[in-house]
């Protein structure tokens, strides 16, 4: 909450990168399931207050995670007056009645791959995309999608601005420029 609240605009910011929003809540996941407060019968491993202690989270711990995620942290991100980059791993929710299958932001569990991208402006999808010829290295192409493509969420809400996938360049720079020609 710290780095969340922080007046980053004092110390010259203009933009904060939270790397990576997954990781933050696989954190909080974790201190939930080892406060033990949202659990009926929760299962445990080691003697509490020791490092062998582990507990299982329930599901009241993934909603607590996701909420503190989704709502809490990210309502004092937006509330910073700065440019907010956030960093997420990708996974993929199928629903259980029409078998849709969607890919976005990973956070805890599968509700927010959903919910989570309808909170931002902009949602890139970056992808590495590897071939090799016979003899020759590898190569990478990473691509900014800023589409969706397949089941893939990404987009650009912005009236009037249909800004295509860009093959990155080693420079992440460029791709910050080509954004910010048609964005602006």
């Known amino acids: 909450m710290a780095a969340a609240t922080g007046d980053w605009v004092s110390h010259g910011a203009g933009t904060i990168i939270w790397d990576t929003i997954t990781q933050t809540a696989h954190d909080l996941l974790e201190a939930y399931a080892k406060i ?89 999808r970056c992808e590495a995309k590897r071939r090799q010829e016979p003899g020759k290295p590898p190569v990478a192409t990473y691509i900014a999608h800023t589409q969706p493509h397949g089941s893939w969420i990404a987009g650009v809400r912005n009236p009037g601005v249909n800004l295509p996938d860009i093959i990155l360049a080693e420079d992440p720079r460029h791709f910050w420029q080509e954004y910010d020609k048609l964005v602006s």
């Open 36 to 124: 033990g407060n949202y659990a009926q019968q929760q299962i445990t491993f080691g003697k509490r207050n020791t490092p062998e202690f582990h507990a299982h989270p329930t599901p009241g711990d993934y909603g607590a995670a996701q909420n503190s995620v989704c709502e809490h942290l990210m309502g004092h991100l937006f509330g910073q007056p700065l440019n907010l980059i956030v960093i997420a791993h990708e996974d993929w929710s199928e629903s259980k009645n029409s078998g849709e299958v969607v890919g976005g932001p990973s956070t805890v569990g599968q509700a927010t791959i959903k919910s989570l991208p309808g909170r931002f402006d902009t949602v890139i």
